[in-house]
């Protein structure tokens, strides 16, 4: 009996996971594309993207910011925008409804150090929120790397229930020595700058910023900017 138990555990397991990964697969978005003058955008060359393009996600100006729904994770930039030295990028992210594209938290959030990013050998880094009331920093050099330990909670971050809107600040900060994440006016996240930049990881903390979001994900972004 109890192998007979064993088998049928394992069935349903392998019945159940092949279903949740198809849930999670990035789906394309109809009328997508980029109809912001002066901006492009990349989509993550993995698994959850393939067979999609730039196009099946969609781009837009609304309300004095943007209106971003994905399909495949991206990240959006204007190659006119540039920061060197000390600086602080930041947007507000209002997600309308909480996991309304997908059946887990999918981050948006704030990339810096922008170079190369239209070649195979991109650089930058990225801090993201949840509206779980997590955030995540990672970067590409050209392959992904991790900077904190993946998703970590924080008081600061404003969390909603399932299909609740959520709002939050997302800033990325180069100050000195340090990089820094903060949400809603906290810092959730201090480095120091020589752990990110090196082989296999930024060029340089000088370069263009912009936008990063996720794969099956929607918000409108205002506040977007820089500041010394």
């Known amino acids: 009996?109890?192998?007979?138990?064993?088998?049928?555990?394992?069935?349903?397991?392998?019945?159940?996971?092949?279903?949740?990964?198809?849930q999670d697969t990035s789906k394309g978005v109809a009328g997508g594309g980029i109809t912001v003058?002066?901006?492009?955008?990349?989509?993550?060359?993995?698994?959850?993207?393939?067979?999609?393009?730039?196009?099946?996600?969609?781009?837009?100006?609304?309300?004095?910011?943007?209106?971003v729904v994905?399909?495949?994770?991206?990240?959006?930039?204007?190659?006119?925008?540039?920061?060197?030295?000390?600086?602080?990028?930041?947007?507000?992210?209002n997600e309308p409804k909480f996991q309304g594209l997908n059946n887990h938290?999918?981050?948006?959030g704030i990339m810096i150090a922008g170079n190369d990013l239209d070649t195979?050998?991109?650089?930058m880094l990225y801090c993201s929120a949840y509206g779980s009331g997590q955030f995540i920093v990672r970067g590409f050099g050209p392959a992904p790397f991790a900077v904190n330990k993946g998703r970590?909670?924080?008081a600061a971050?404003?969390?909603?229930?399932?299909?609740?809107?959520?709002?939050?600040?997302?800033a990325l900060s180069v100050k000195g020595d340090k990089v820094e994440c903060a949400v809603n006016g906290t810092v959730v996240g201090s480095y120091d700058k020589a752990s990110v930049v090196g082989a296999g990881k930024?060029?340089?903390?000088?370069?263009?910023?912009?936008?990063?979001?996720?794969?099956?994900?929607?918000?409108?972004?205002?506040?977007?900017?820089?500041s010394k």
């Open 202 to 226: 930024l060029k340089s903390t000088d370069g263009v910023y912009g936008l990063r979001f996720g794969h099956n994900t929607e918000a409108m972004v205002t506040k977007f900017g820089l």
């Open 152 to 154: 970590e909670a924080n």
């Open 70 to 93: 994905t399909g495949p994770a991206v990240t959006y930039w204007n190659p006119a925008n540039k920061a060197s030295g000390d600086y602080t990028v930041r947007a507000t992210f």
């Open 157 to 170: 971050i404003k969390k909603a229930e399932l299909g609740q809107p959520v709002t939050n600040e997302v």
């Open 37 to 67: 003058s002066g901006w492009t955008g990349k989509i993550d060359d993995s698994k959850e993207n393939t067979g999609l393009t730039i196009k099946d996600a969609k781009f837009m100006a609304m309300g004095g910011g943007f209106h």
């Open 1 to 22: 009996m109890r192998v007979l138990q064993g088998l049928t555990i394992a069935a349903a397991v392998a019945i159940l996971v092949p279903a949740l990964n198809a």
């Open 120 to 123: 195979p050998t991109p650089s």
């Open 105 to 108: 938290p999918h981050p948006y």
